[in-house]
């Protein structure tokens, strides 16, 4: 039997999602220590101590199953957002979240659009369903923010069977982003047969005035889905916790293809308590500006190019095929994001870590550079 025959067609083409380097895998196949892992997008600090100790107290009860509904969880993200419990859609990380979007509403006869250098389970998703996947060019600086989103261009491709539309605000791995007139211009432009995600994986971090809070515009556009995680500035990627904010109607669309129990119990207190600490976020933000204005300050005194970032994180151009540079880097015990997959093959994405770590991986990149 050849299981590749009896595979949905789009299955049998997808390349799986590579992440990031586990610390664990480098020291068995290097036999070093101490590593220092920038590739991830991990908050650096880690969780609040409040999501830990209600980690601890719940850990008494893992026989049970968690709240298949999620009550105490959508009860705090309704208060936080000033939306309806309704209105949200609770997922195995953001990335759950995306797959129940192309479940429910892609099909072999439809299409979805998303940007050149956007998120990676953008097109997996598509892909699986067995959807069309279109993607427009990314700016090339001459009208628009480098490698960002070329809204034009996106607008340009949308026919009778664009059923979904991904925009990751800012996006990853290039951490450019849209402005509030430019994504709610496009908004207004989109028909309402076909549905808009805006991928807010890294609205935590944003320092930008004109950035916009897409959930702003829900009650304007009932084609809109935000998505965001508690992967990201929350601290808690290892637990998995996303979640969806739509129209009641979209909400309960995704809901009948999201999976009994896709939150586990530990997620969904955690993520509870880590909404309250306002104190612990506020201190991740911080540390996030300062190292990202270290690693920008670092790359022009080095003479390196860098895609200005909004996120946790920096896209650097190494000027040369990245992928040498990276895997020097891991002899050096730091691991980093290559990106050739994103159409980006001499950047390596860097996330901001602490003091500490942004200083390892700037000697260890002098040593491999030679600089």
């Known amino acids: 039997m050849n299981p590749e025959q009896l595979a949905a067609q789009g299955v049998r083409k997808l390349t799986p999602y590579l992440p990031g380097k586990p610390i664990g895998e ?13 590739a991830s997008n991990e908050n ?30 959508k009860a705090a ?45 953008y097109p997996i998703v598509t892909q699986a369903i067995g959807a069309t996947a279109c993607i427009a060019k990314a ?21 009778g069977k664009t059923r979904v539309i991904f925009i990751a605000n800012p996006n990853n791995p290039t951490g450019t982003f849209l402005n509030r007139q430019e994504l709610g211009g496009f908004l207004r432009i989109v028909p309402d047969t076909a549905l808009v995600v805006v991928d807010e994986a890294y609205f935590e971090y ?30 808690l990627a290892g637990l998995r916790v996303g979640y969806a904010i739509s129209s009641p109607g979209i909400a309960d669309l995704l809901n009948r293809v999201r999976q009994p129990f896709n939150v586990n119990s530990l997620a969904l207190v955690a993520a509870v308590e880590a909404l309250s600490d306002g104190e612990h976020l506020k201190r991740t933000i911080e540390l996030n500006l300062k190292g990202l204005s270290m690693l920008e300050e670092a790359m022009g005194n080095r003479g390196l190019g860098y895609i200005p970032s909004l996120g946790n994180f920096l896209t650097i151009d190494v000027g040369r095929n990245a992928s040498p540079v990276y895997e020097a880097l891991l002899r050096e015990g730091v691991i980093v994001r290559p990106i050739a997959n994103y159409g980006l093959p001499d950047h390596l994405r860097v996330t901001v870590g602490t003091e500490s770590q942004n200083q390892t991986f700037l000697a260890a990149l002098d040593r491999v550079l030679g600089l």
């Open 206 to 235: 944003v320092n930008e005035p004109n950035y916009p809070n897409a959930l702003e515009w829900l009650d304007e556009f009932p084609n809109l889905i935000v998505t965001r995680t508690f992967s990201k500035a929350y601290g």
């Open 44 to 73: 650096p600090l880690g969780p609040s101590p409040k999501a830990l100790a209600a980690i601890q107290s719940a850990l008494n009860e893992l026989q049970l199953y968690p709240d298949g509904g999620g009550f105490d969880l």
């Open 77 to 121: 993200l309704a208060a936080k957002l000033n939306v309806g419990v309704a209105q949200i859609t609770l997922g195995n990380g953001s990335n759950d979240v995306l797959e129940l979007v192309a479940r429910a509403f892609l099909s072999v006869e439809t299409s979805a659009l998303f940007s050149q250098h956007a998120f990676a389970v």
């Open 139 to 159: 700016h090339d600086g001459t009208r628009g923010m480098r490698y960002g989103h070329d809204l034009e261009a996106m607008a340009s491709l949308i026919d």
């Open 26 to 38: 480098l020291e068995r196949e290097l036999g070093i220590s101490n590593i220092v892992k920038l």
